[in-house]
Protein backbone atom coordinates (compact mmCIF):
# COMPACT_ATOMS: atom_id res chain seq x y z
CA UNK A 1 0.00 0.00 0.00
CA UNK A 2 1.05 4.00 -1.07
CA UNK A 3 1.08 5.42 2.31
CA UNK A 4 1.42 9.45 2.28
CA UNK A 5 2.56 11.10 5.06
CA UNK A 6 1.78 14.73 4.51
CA UNK A 7 4.34 16.68 6.76
CA UNK A 8 7.59 17.88 6.41
CA UNK A 9 8.26 17.55 10.00
CA UNK A 10 11.58 14.99 10.72
CA UNK A 11 9.55 14.43 14.02
CA UNK A 12 6.33 13.30 12.22
CA UNK A 13 8.43 11.14 9.78
CA UNK A 14 10.40 9.38 13.06
CA UNK A 15 7.42 8.75 14.81
CA UNK A 16 5.97 7.30 12.09
CA UNK A 17 9.07 5.20 11.02
CA UNK A 18 8.69 3.97 14.41
CA UNK A 19 5.50 1.65 13.29
CA UNK A 20 7.65 -0.31 11.01
CA UNK A 21 5.44 1.46 8.25
CA UNK A 22 7.14 2.84 4.04
CA UNK A 23 5.78 5.92 3.55
CA UNK A 24 6.75 9.27 1.90
CA UNK A 25 6.18 12.42 2.46
CA UNK A 26 4.18 15.30 0.03
CA UNK A 27 4.37 18.74 1.86
CA UNK A 28 0.87 20.08 1.85
CA UNK A 29 1.27 23.71 1.21
CA UNK A 30 -2.33 24.89 3.00
CA UNK A 31 -3.39 28.02 4.19
CA UNK A 32 -3.38 27.29 8.13
CA UNK A 33 -5.62 31.05 8.71
CA UNK A 34 -8.72 31.31 9.36
CA UNK A 35 -10.76 27.73 10.31
CA UNK A 36 -13.35 29.96 11.38
CA UNK A 37 -12.81 28.94 15.16
CA UNK A 38 -10.94 29.58 18.22
CA UNK A 39 -11.61 26.56 20.07
CA UNK A 40 -8.33 24.09 19.46
CA UNK A 41 -9.78 20.79 19.14
CA UNK A 42 -12.10 22.01 16.22
CA UNK A 43 -8.68 23.81 14.77
CA UNK A 44 -6.39 20.84 14.70
CA UNK A 45 -9.18 19.17 13.14
CA UNK A 46 -9.89 21.12 10.24
CA UNK A 47 -6.28 22.04 9.68
CA UNK A 48 -5.42 18.52 9.26
CA UNK A 49 -8.33 17.72 7.03
CA UNK A 50 -7.33 20.72 4.85
CA UNK A 51 -3.46 19.28 4.66
CA UNK A 52 -4.88 15.44 4.20
CA UNK A 53 -7.60 16.97 1.21
CA UNK A 54 -4.61 18.90 -0.47
CA UNK A 55 -2.49 16.02 -0.91
CA UNK A 56 -5.46 13.40 -2.03
CA UNK A 57 -6.06 16.31 -4.05
CA UNK A 58 -2.66 16.02 -6.05
CA UNK A 59 -1.87 12.59 -5.14
CA UNK A 60 -5.22 10.74 -6.38
CA UNK A 61 -7.60 8.49 -4.07
CA UNK A 62 -5.22 5.61 -3.94
CA UNK A 63 -2.91 6.34 -1.25
CA UNK A 64 -3.67 6.17 2.32
CA UNK A 65 -2.26 9.31 3.39
CA UNK A 66 -2.10 10.52 7.05
CA UNK A 67 -2.12 14.16 8.29
CA UNK A 68 -1.67 16.11 10.94
CA UNK A 69 -1.69 19.51 12.76
CA UNK A 70 -0.53 20.66 16.37
CA UNK A 71 -0.90 23.36 18.38
CA UNK A 72 -0.52 24.13 21.95
CA UNK A 73 -3.28 25.69 24.59
CA UNK A 74 -2.78 27.69 27.41
CA UNK A 75 -6.35 29.40 29.29
CA UNK A 76 -7.74 29.61 26.21
CA UNK A 77 -5.15 31.02 24.13
CA UNK A 78 -3.68 29.28 21.35
CA UNK A 79 0.19 28.79 20.77
CA UNK A 80 1.45 27.98 17.11
CA UNK A 81 5.13 28.27 16.20
CA UNK A 82 6.54 31.68 17.52
CA UNK A 83 7.31 34.23 14.63
CA UNK A 84 10.42 34.92 16.03
CA UNK A 85 12.81 34.99 19.46
CA UNK A 86 10.86 37.34 20.59
CA UNK A 87 7.75 35.59 20.33
CA UNK A 88 9.47 32.74 21.21
CA UNK A 89 10.39 34.26 24.68
CA UNK A 90 7.19 35.37 25.44
CA UNK A 91 5.42 32.13 24.88
CA UNK A 92 7.89 30.10 27.06
CA UNK A 93 7.38 33.10 29.82
CA UNK A 94 3.22 32.22 29.94
CA UNK A 95 4.53 28.74 30.03
CA UNK A 96 6.55 29.09 32.96
CA UNK A 97 4.97 27.22 36.09
CA UNK A 98 1.32 26.50 34.20
CA UNK A 99 -0.59 23.57 32.58
CA UNK A 100 -0.73 23.90 29.15
CA UNK A 101 -2.54 21.80 26.45
CA UNK A 102 -1.19 20.16 23.27
CA UNK A 103 -4.02 19.14 20.82
CA UNK A 104 -3.39 17.26 17.19
CA UNK A 105 -5.70 16.92 14.72
CA UNK A 106 -5.17 13.55 12.53
CA UNK A 107 -6.93 13.05 9.29
CA UNK A 108 -6.38 9.93 7.38
CA UNK A 109 -7.95 9.29 4.09
CA UNK A 110 -7.78 6.73 1.02
CA UNK A 111 -10.40 7.17 -1.39
CA UNK A 112 -13.56 8.22 -0.44
CA UNK A 113 -13.16 7.07 3.33
CA UNK A 114 -11.64 9.72 5.95
CA UNK A 115 -11.43 10.04 9.24
CA UNK A 116 -10.61 12.78 11.87
CA UNK A 117 -10.06 13.31 15.51
CA UNK A 118 -7.55 14.50 17.87
CA UNK A 119 -5.37 13.84 21.17
CA UNK A 120 -4.73 15.71 23.83
CA UNK A 121 -1.91 15.79 26.25
CA UNK A 122 -1.91 17.95 29.34
CA UNK A 123 1.84 19.10 29.87
CA UNK A 124 3.30 21.14 33.09
CA UNK A 125 5.80 22.91 33.01
CA UNK A 126 8.08 24.01 36.02
CA UNK A 127 8.88 27.82 36.97
CA UNK A 128 11.68 28.63 34.51
CA UNK A 129 14.05 31.36 34.88
CA UNK A 130 14.65 34.36 32.30
CA UNK A 131 18.03 33.09 32.19
CA UNK A 132 16.94 29.74 31.18
CA UNK A 133 14.27 30.59 28.93
CA UNK A 134 16.51 33.08 27.16
CA UNK A 135 19.39 29.90 26.78
CA UNK A 136 16.58 28.25 25.42
CA UNK A 137 15.47 30.09 22.91
CA UNK A 138 19.37 30.91 22.35
CA UNK A 139 19.83 26.78 20.73
CA UNK A 140 16.94 27.43 17.88
CA UNK A 141 14.91 24.70 19.03
CA UNK A 142 11.72 26.26 19.92
CA UNK A 143 11.33 28.29 17.03
CA UNK A 144 10.01 25.77 14.39
CA UNK A 145 7.89 24.18 17.37
CA UNK A 146 4.13 24.75 18.30
CA UNK A 147 4.69 26.41 21.99
CA UNK A 148 7.61 27.50 21.58
CA UNK A 149 8.98 24.03 22.79
CA UNK A 150 9.90 20.74 21.74
CA UNK A 151 9.35 17.85 24.50
CA UNK A 152 12.10 15.49 22.74
CA UNK A 153 15.06 17.98 22.93
CA UNK A 154 16.50 20.13 25.02
CA UNK A 155 12.50 20.96 25.80
CA UNK A 156 12.51 18.21 27.95
CA UNK A 157 14.01 19.95 30.82
CA UNK A 158 11.21 22.39 31.31
CA UNK A 159 8.64 19.60 31.53
CA UNK A 160 7.85 18.76 35.09
CA UNK A 161 5.04 16.04 34.35
CA UNK A 162 2.42 15.04 31.38
CA UNK A 163 -0.94 13.72 31.68
CA UNK A 164 -1.62 11.65 28.23
CA UNK A 165 0.12 10.52 24.83
CA UNK A 166 3.55 11.58 24.96
CA UNK A 167 4.08 10.92 21.04
CA UNK A 168 0.85 13.60 20.82
CA UNK A 169 3.10 16.44 22.68
CA UNK A 170 5.75 15.79 20.13
CA UNK A 171 3.55 16.05 17.11
CA UNK A 172 1.93 12.30 16.19
CA UNK A 173 -0.66 10.79 18.61
CA UNK A 174 0.55 6.99 17.84
CA UNK A 175 -2.35 4.97 19.59
CA UNK A 176 -4.65 7.14 18.02
CA UNK A 177 -3.09 7.39 14.49
CA UNK A 178 -3.00 3.25 15.24
CA UNK A 179 -7.09 2.94 16.35
CA UNK A 180 -8.07 5.36 13.22
CA UNK A 181 -6.43 2.77 10.98
CA UNK A 182 -7.76 -0.31 12.76
CA UNK A 183 -11.08 0.92 13.53
CA UNK A 184 -11.86 2.87 9.82
CA UNK A 185 -9.35 1.58 7.85
CA UNK A 186 -8.61 -2.40 8.69
CA UNK A 187 -5.68 -1.88 9.22
CA UNK A 188 -3.89 -3.72 12.02
CA UNK A 189 -0.52 -2.45 12.86
CA UNK A 190 0.20 -5.54 15.83
CA UNK A 191 -1.67 -7.93 13.72
CA UNK A 192 -4.79 -9.71 13.55
CA UNK A 193 -5.86 -8.00 10.67
CA UNK A 194 -4.85 -6.75 7.45
CA UNK A 195 -1.29 -5.36 7.63
CA UNK A 196 0.20 -2.83 5.41
Keep these: MDIILASQSPRRRELLGQLGLTFRTHV ?29 AAEGPEPLIIAADTVVALDGTILGKPADPEDAISMLEMLSGKVNCVYTGVSVVRGDLQETRHACTRVRFRTLSQEEIRAYVATGEPLDKAGAYGIQGKGALLVEEIHGDYSNVVGLPLCLLGRILAERFGVELLGGGKRL
Excluded at 31 to 55: C, F, N, Q, W, Y
Design 28 to 56: SDVDEGDTGTTDPAEMVEILSRRKAAAVR
